[in-house]
Every structure is written in C-alpha cells, then in structure tokens.
C-alpha cells in the first residue's frame, strides 16, 4: 500500500494564482481531511469528508474548496492564491471509527508571493 | 482560544534520559492521539488513548480522564526520537475532527 499521497510536494505561487492539491489514499479509507500547520499555531482542519459525496467545513474553510467524487481521492483546490495561505498543507485518512487511526501524507509546502 | 494545550514547548535531554511530555485540554473528549512529526515533516500516529496506558517499544501513553490530562514518556530517550510530538484531541459531536496542540520540540543529545 502507497498509504497517503500528496502532490505536489513544494509550490510557489503568485497572489492571485489558482491551484489544485492533490490527495489519495488506497486504504479505503471513508474519513479524508486537510489540515494546515503554520509556526506556532497546531494542525488547522481545512475540510473534510466522511465518503464520496460529502464534504464538511472544518476550522478554517476560506478560500479553499474541495471535492470527494471517489473514495480514494480529496482534492484541495485553491481559489485565488494569498499570501495568507503559505503554509504546509496535509492531507490524512482514517476509517469512521473514534478509534481509528489517522494517517498522513508527507504534506505540500506552499509559498504564495 | 486552544482547547488542547502542551508542555513544554521544547525539550532537549541527553541520550538515555527519561522524558515527559504534557498535554491538557479543556473539554471532553471521546480520544486523544499523539502523533510524531520527523524532522523532514512527516506525521504518524503513535498512540491513540480513551482510557488508561498504552505501552510500545520505550513510549508509554497514559491518560488521566476525570483531571483532563495525558503524558507522554520516553524511557531511555535516543537521538533518533528527536522529534516534534503532538497531542491531538477527537471532540464528541463534531464529526471526526480533531483539535492539535502545537507540539512539543524534543531534541536527544548523544
């Protein structure tokens, strides 16, 4: 099993900018989510979904939308880039019970100009 | 406002020390997990805690439910757990979401 994957890894953007990250899972996963850590503040819930179809605001929604059309991908899609949003983005995947563990992908570093 | 709140914020200690990690939060749960980030960034999960002790390899897990409290110890510490260790908090009624501490930098000195 490949586990979590992101794409891509590192991203420069300018303000203003578009763009999507990419997340899939092969563990056929139900619970999918983004988070993003910045210095000094914990992992931040962005979205998330509890299956194909469904998705839910978490912490801090704005200016990201996503989509769940498969089980296995989650998608992260940046509207119009800020430089608010630099930041390391994960993605994580967990079965729906409480006592499930989470797994993350190796994140995405995203630098906005 | 943080609902899960760690301490310290850093820790450095020599190889084969014993080492305690704390977090606390302030609402109730129904899980908490600790997590390791390595130091190229990647986060996995180490131990997830409703009650009681966990034990794997040289890390120990307890949780004290009643004080809303959970720590985290490293017997005979190595540099290799050199690491950013995170408390993350499942509250009841908000779907799966998780609230994280902002971790706790522990650095193992040979």
């Known amino acids: 099993n490949a586990g979590v994957t992101q794409t891509p890894k590192f991203q420069v953007l300018k303000t203003g900018q578009s763009m999507t990250l990419q997340c899939a899972q092969d563990m056929n996963h139900e619970y999918m989510s983004w988070y993003r850590q910045d210095p000094g503040m914990g992992l931040r819930l962005i979205h998330y979904?509890?299956?194909?179809?469904?998705?839910d605001q978490g912490e801090v929604p704005n200016g990201y939308n996503v989509s769940r059309s498969t089980t296995e991908d989650f998608p992260l899609r940046l509207l119009s880039a800020a430089p608010s949003q630099t930041s390391v983005y994960f993605c994580?995947?967990?079965?729906?019970?409480?006592?499930?563990?989470?797994?993350f992908g190796p994140g995405t570093r995203l630098t906005v100009l | 406002k943080n609902e899960v709140e760690q301490s310290p914020q850093n820790l450095t200690a020599q190889e084969g020390e014993f080492i305690t990690i704390n977090c606390s939060y302030s609402?109730?749960?129904?899980?908490l997990h600790w997590l390791q980030q390595h130091p190229g960034g990647g986060i996995v999960s180490l131990f997830m805690?409703?009650?009681g002790k966990k034990k794997h390899g040289r890390l120990i897990a307890t949780i004290n439910i009643q004080e809303k409290h959970s720590s985290l110890h490293i017997t005979a510490s190595h540099p290799r757990d050199s690491a950013v260790y995170i408390c993350a908090v499942r509250i009841p009624n908000t779907g799966n979401q998780f609230y994280f501490g902002t971790g706790t930098s522990l650095t193992v000195i040979p």
């Open positions: 609402v109730g749960i129904s899980a």
């Open positions: 994580a995947s967990k079965g729906l019970s409480y006592t499930d563990t989470q797994y």
């Open positions: 805690l409703s009650s």
């Open positions: 979904s509890v299956g194909a179809g469904i998705t």
